[in-house]
């Protein structure tokens, strides 16, 4: 059964850049049958979708954050990473890692979410 | 930028209610539609993809449809286990992804 599961640090000072990893088990994150994607969710409010990822390496992002926004997937590892930089108060959330399947391009297997809290 | 407004925000329906919840595109989005449920403390669930290709092991009385700008989502007959918050989500083949602000839905 395919797992994802999100790790890294919860806690980042602002300016500074925010770095997450989803690590992918029970299955190959190089499918040609999915995209795998992040979305974040700060407290207390609706989702909000990051980027995309095929295991090529093709990268697909929300236009509101491209410019502080860096996708990569590591195939060797089983792992796609999110880079979020200039971090501020408003990128406080929980952030989940998910996978897309194509065609369908709705997430139907998520991680458990971390939290991420943005404070000096 | 194509803008999804789900209606209403919140509401509130009694065990065993036909509820419906719209999600209504800025332009046309063909079937590109999927809704999700998220209990409190909990993970998103996908229910519908595709505005209304039911996700296996999601129970019937949930269903979707709509096309084009309009979408519906209808829990036919409520349960007290449907207390959640519901998000609608479009994409293309661009893979441009957006969610509703969700709908929060409460047992009277």
């Known amino acids: 059964q395919l797992q994802l599961q999100e790790s890294g640090p919860g806690l980042v000072k602002p300016s500074e850049t925010l770095s997450l990893t989803c690590t992918v088990s029970?299955?190959?994150?190089?499918?040609?049958?999915?995209?795998w994607g992040w979305i974040r969710q700060p407290p207390g409010k609706g989702l909000e979708w990051i980027g995309s990822?095929?295991?090529?390496?093709?990268?697909y992002y929300n236009p509101s954050l491209k410019s502080r926004v860096t996708i990569s997937v590591d195939t060797s590892k089983n792992q796609f990473s999110l880079k979020l930089s200039s971090v501020t108060a408003a990128d406080t959330a929980v952030y989940y890692c998910?996978?897309?399947?194509?065609?369908?391009?709705?997430?139907?297997?998520w991680g458990q979410g971390t939290m991420v809290t943005v404070s000096s | 930028d194509i803008q999804m407004t789900q209606s209403p925000s919140s509401l509130s329906a009694s065990v065993g209610d036909r509820v419906t919840i719209t999600c209504r595109a800025s332009?046309?989005?063909?079937?590109?539609l999927a809704w999700y449920q998220q209990k409190p403390g909990k993970v998103p669930k996908l229910l519908i993809y595709?505005?209304?290709t039911l996700q296996s092991g999601v129970p019937s009385r949930f269903s979707g449809s709509g096309s084009g700008t309009d979408f519906t989502l209808t829990i036919s007959s409520l349960q007290p286990e449907d207390v959640a918050t519901y998000y609608c989500?479009?994409?293309?083949?661009?893979?441009?992804?957006?969610f509703g602000q969700g709908t929060r839905l409460e047992i009277k």
């Open positions: 029970g299955g190959s994150i190089s499918s040609s049958s999915y995209y």
């Open positions: 989500q479009k994409y293309n083949s661009a893979l441009s992804i957006t």
């Open positions: 332009q046309g989005i063909s079937n590109y």
């Open positions: 990822i095929y295991y090529s390496g093709s990268t």
């Open positions: 998910a996978r897309l399947p194509i065609p369908s391009l709705a997430f139907d297997i």
């Open positions: 595709a505005a209304s």
